[in-house]
Each structure stands twice: as structure tokens, then as C-alpha cells.
């Protein structure tokens, strides 16, 4: 096949890949909005859960805030140290402002490496075919998470 084949090929696989991201809603998305700094409202009205959230926290498939901050996860033997530790993180911030920084840190400061674990699919460039259309984690994800991180004062 020649290199311009292979960009043709490429170019509809693109373009059909977001004409139908735009028809169908993402897998586990909530809209959310953002006003001075904190996101107020649950994602998609969702309770959370501070187990589940802190599951989330330590799976290096999930949240995996390990790999960045020290947090009172004392089973885990390896804590990052490239974030701020979290052990008193629901003491310095309110629940929407937790909620904030979980969904796109980068809204807040947008020279910080931490990823955005919930914003529109569609902003995405060079996904793996299967997070294509989703967000990092899902609404009930980030829900839970925070729940967690309001428990550690």
C-alpha cells in the first residue's frame, strides 16, 4: 500500500470515527460546569462512595492517584511524590472544589501534568480504539472518588 493510500485510509477512519463520536453520547459522560474554581453540583446527581472511592484512589487501572501523591493508604508500598500529598486534602478544599480538580485540574492550572479524568470524549486526540468515546473515569467514578477524598482530614 502507498504512503497516500495509507493517508486516505487514515483520514476516513478519522473522520468517520468523529462523525460518529458526534451521534452517539459518550459511555459514562455527565456534562458538568465549572464556576470560581469548583464544580458544585454531583456529576449526573450521583452519590458517592468513600470505599469504593478509595479502591478507585489505589487501582493503578483507575484513579491511580498513588502513582502521584502520598495518601493514608498504608497497604500500598509505593507512594508518588511528583502531587502534593493528599492526607489532609478534604480539610484544605470543599466537596466542588475536590470534585473541580478531579474532573480537569488543568481548568485550574493548565501547566499541571495531572490528567483531566473527566471532560468531553470528543476533546480527546489519539485514544486507544478502546477508551475511544469515553472518559478516563466515569461519572459514578468521580463521584466516588471524591466522597473518598472529603474523608481524609
Known amino acids: 500500500m502507498g504512503i497516500l493510500t495509507a493517508l486516505v485510509l487514515w483520514w476516513i477512519f478519522c473522520f468517520?470515527?468523529?462523525?460518529?463520536?458526534?451521534?452517539?453520547?459518550?459511555?459514562?459522560?455527565?456534562?458538568w460546569e465549572m464556576r470560581d474554581l469548583a464544580v458544585a453540583d454531583p456529576l449526573c446527581g450521583l452519590p458517592g462512595d468513600?470505599?469504593?472511592?478509595?479502591?478507585?484512589?489505589?487501582d493503578p487501572h483507575a484513579?491511580?492517584?498513588l502513582a502521584c501523591h502520598r495518601m493514608p493508604?498504608?497497604?500500598?508500598?509505593?507512594h508518588?511524590?511528583?502531587g502534593p500529598p493528599l492526607e489532609d486534602v478534604g480539610a484544605?478544599?470543599?466537596?466542588?472544589?475536590?470534585?473541580?480538580?478531579v474532573v480537569?485540574?488543568?481548568r485550574i492550572n493548565p501547566f499541571t501534568i495531572m490528567p483531566s479524568f473527566h471532560v468531553d470524549p470528543s476533546e480527546?486526540?489519539?485514544?486507544a480504539a478502546d477508551y475511544w468515546g469515553k472518559p478516563f473515569l466515569t461519572a459514578q467514578q468521580i463521584e466516588d472518588l471524591v466522597a473518598y477524598l472529603e474523608t481524609l482530614q
Open 63 to 65: 484513579g491511580n492517584c
Open 104 to 106: 480537569d485540574e488543568r
Open 73 to 78: 493508604i498504608p497497604e500500598e508500598a509505593f
Open 80 to 82: 508518588g511524590t511528583i
Open 92 to 101: 484544605r478544599y470543599s466537596t466542588a472544589q475536590l470534585r473541580a480538580r
Open 50 to 58: 468513600p470505599q469504593r472511592g478509595r479502591a478507585i484512589a489505589a
Open 16 to 31: 468517520t470515527a468523529f462523525a460518529e463520536h458526534g451521534q452517539e453520547p459518550p459511555s459514562g459522560f455527565c456534562t
Open 124 to 127: 480527546y486526540h489519539r485514544v
